[in-house]
């Protein structure tokens, strides 16, 4: 973009990055979204949409919990769907974040005599 009109300055783009754990997941863990100019985040969980922000939840972040206990063994997917303030002129933008749940690892039987 050239230089600012007088008086005002220019509307920074926006900009979003997501933050979540990856791999084999046992404990409940945060889905996050951090960035400038976002309007609204959709969170969906292996394509069913389970949150919409308008605003931050905790700071200035857009923050999911996520309790893999409660899902099904095998791979799951976290997208979320960004919008940006209009002003900014950026696309909306979807980023995902992929885990999976992990079956209990085998113990060894209690000795028994």
Known sequence: PGPAPAGGELCARGTAAIRGTTGCAGTAFRVVVRGRQIDKVVYALDGKVVRTLTRPNRGVLFVLPVNPRALPIGVHRVVARTTFN????????????????CARRATAPAFTG
């Not at 209009?86 to 749940?101: D, E, I, K, M, Q």
């Open 86 to 101: 209009r002003s900014s002129g950026t696309r909306a933008r979807t980023l995902r974040v992929t885990f999976s749940r």
